[in-house]
């Protein structure tokens, strides 16, 4: 069974330009989270969803980031405009329940703004 | 809110000695808990987890009990490898309200072991 895939691995863009991050989750898994870890702190929670639907967007640093998951398969977080504080590595995971249900992860984006 | 504090790293050790992680936490209700690890150049894998108090998690040597009355959630291995220099993070899901199902993570402990 395929893993949680993400697209692409390493990102540099400059200031103001778009960048557009994939997940593919495992198949079969309703549950899908994205997280952000910035400068070797603490991974912090982005957003869930559920199939399709958006169940907790409380992490969502601001508008400038918009995440989507049509037909409730693969993921897109883009960043329109990127700032220099939007660095770091961008997990995403998922799990076939919520709750306790384990969450596996994939490899990561490392965004790097310049 | 939920919280997660973990010992600060990096942690130096030599093969074969005794590891501890200190990892304590807040929050409401009955959290799961769960230590991941990212080894280089790959992304995290979960180690091990409890569901309950007093429950203890283990995988690969590891080990780490949930201990309510002192809300901590150590993880320790008896011998350590070369093999496991890693960042650790431990990591709580909330359980009811805006917190369930999330993840809320330490800020890692990078581990180093050397021959």
């Known amino acids: 069974e395929a893993g949680v895939t993400q697209f692409p691995s390493h990102s540099v863009i400059e200031k103001g330009q778009t960048v557009t991050l994939r997940c593919d989750p495992i198949?079969?898994?309703?549950?899908l989270y994205w997280y952000r870890r910035v400068m070797g702190k603490e991974i912090k929670f982005l957003l869930h969803?559920?199939?399709?639907?958006?169940?907790?967007e409380s992490g969502m640093p601001n508008n400038r980031f918009l995440a989507e998951r049509t037909g409730g398969t693969y993921s897109t977080l883009k960043v329109q405009p990127a700032e220099l504080e939007d660095s770091g590595v961008y997990f995403c995971?998922?799990?076939?329940?919520?709750?306790?249900?384990?969450?596996?992860f994939g490899p990561g984006t490392r965004l790097l703004v310049l | 809110g939920n919280s997660v504090t973990q010992m600060e790293g990096p942690v130096t050790l030599s093969e074969e000695a005794f590891l501890t992680i200190n990892c304590t936490y807040t929050?409401?209700?009955?959290?799961?808990l769960f230590w991941y690890v990212q080894y280089p150049g790959e992304g995290l894998q979960l180690l091990l987890k409890?569901?309950?108090?007093?429950d203890k998690g283990s995988n690969k040597g590891f080990e780490a009990t949930y201990r309510k009355e002192t809300t901590s959630f150590h993880l320790e291995k008896g011998s350590v490898q070369v093999s496991d220099s890693a960042v650790y993070f431990c990591a709580l899901s909330g359980t009811g309200g805006t917190s369930y199902g999330k993840l809320t993570f330490g800020q890692g402990t990078i581990l180093t072991v050397h021959p």
């Open positions: 409890a569901t309950k108090a007093d």
């Open positions: 198949s079969g898994h309703d549950n």
């Open positions: 995971a998922s799990s076939p329940r919520q709750g306790r249900e384990t969450q596996y």
């Open positions: 969803f559920v199939k399709e639907s958006k169940q907790d």
């Open positions: 929050a409401t209700g009955y959290p799961s």
